[in-house]
């Protein structure tokens, strides 16, 4: 009787320890490198693995999840929550905790969508505020905005030295360069400077005229183009030293919603949400090298040390993994209904 008592207790103990520990085990944490994709429907934000593409973990997000972007660091990431222009909320989540942190209010700046995370500090396009702004998450607050008067102020590139930025306006029709650059004093009707007046730096903002409803846009690795689609299958390509739009390219594309430069700067890649096809450019001469079926794409992001393409396909309910040098589509990824935005997280 005392064994089997003593056997009980030891198998209760055993048993103890293994609930105890299953959690612990069955936890995976976030690797150095990650990749990240929203999630609309499920309203999470997905932490895959770019090795295995596993995903290893789901965070909660906002009610209108579009865009992503990581901290310089990869131990945070940032969400846009747009809500067709309506609500101000950039959603905030610990990638190495793997959990939600309180979100940024952004009023009145509403409609979030657009983001880029340059020199610190998380910048975004408003979109029902027809502005562009700044976010600093060490004070915790906004700490700059610029109104672009355009209407839909949608996709967002800051350059790396922070004194230029690119968006498109959806339904203006139009791409924003703004530039941060130092003006002289104005003179006073009097002719006189007041005393101490100095040249200081200041935003100025050009406007392009390209073909109308133009949305997602990428420059190129050199930074002298600007391409951008819109869903009439016109490629506009905009010389940014010249501020003008050098070429129209009728890639005969309806629906084309994305678009992005290979790596090496030398394809470009165009994804339409209505036929489900991508189409291959070569960036130089500015033809057609192949088109193939791949689903209804949304969002799109590069992989240069995997030499792939994740584009994500909101209607197909998954993301189309595509071999950038046999331009095939090779996989699919489930991360949750309707995959959006997605971006790179590289711990350092």
């Not at 940024?104 to 700046?109: E, F, H, M, V």
């Not at 104005?186 to 002719?191: I, K």
Request: glycine fraction near 8%; charge should be neutral; aromatic fraction near 4%.
């Amino acid at each position: 009787m005392r064994s089997r008592l003593i056997e009980r207790l030891v198998a209760g103990v055993v048993l103890g320890a293994l609930l105890f520990t299953a959690p612990e085990a069955a936890a995976q944490s976030t690797p150095k490198r990650s990749l990240l994709i929203i999630s609309k429907t499920s309203h999470t934000l997905a932490i895959v693995d770019p090795a295995s593409l596993k995903v290893l973990a789901r965070v909660p997000v906002g009610e209108d999840p579009h865009e992503v972007i990581a901290s310089s660091d990869g131990r945070t990431a940032y969400v846009s929550n747009t809500g067709f222009g309506r609500f101000h909320e950039l959603n905030v989540i610990d990638l190495v905790a793997q959990k939600a942190l309180p979100s940024i209010d952004t009023a009145p700046l509403i409609g979030p969508h657009g983001l880029a995370f340059v020199g610190g500090k998380v910048w975004f396009t408003a979109q029902g505020a027809k502005a562009v702004a700044r976010y600093d998450p060490t004070t915790a607050r906004v700490d700059w905005s610029m109104g672009t008067g355009q209407n839909r102020t949608h996709m967002l590139h800051v350059t790396a030295d922070e004194k230029k930025i690119y968006t498109t306006n959806v339904d203006s029709g139009t791409v924003s360069i703004l530039e941060n650059v130092l003006l002289q004093p104005t003179l006073p009707p009097t002719g006189v400077l007041p005393p101490g007046a100095q040249p200081q730096m200041d935003w100025i903002q050009t406007l392009i005229p390209v073909a109308q409803s133009s949305e997602g846009f990428d420059v190129s690795p050199d930074g002298q183009e600007l391409w951008t689609a819109s869903p009439g299958g016109a490629l506009s390509i905009i010389n940014l030293a010249a501020k003008k739009v050098t070429a129209t390219v009728a890639a005969k594309l309806p629906g084309a919603h994305r678009l992005m430069f290979t790596p090496d700067g030398k394809r470009v890649l165009i994804v339409s949400v209505r036929t489900g096809e991508l189409v291959i450019y070569d960036a130089r001469a500015r033809k057609e090298i192949k088109r193939l079926n791949i689903g209804h794409g949304g969002a799109m992001l590069m992989d240069a040390e995997g030499a792939r393409a994740f584009v994500s396909c909101p209607p197909d309910n998954d993301v189309a993994v595509i071999d950038l040098k046999t331009l095939e589509v090779t996989g699919r990824l489930d991360v949750g209904g309707r995959p959006d935005g997605l971006a790179w997280a590289v711990r350092q």
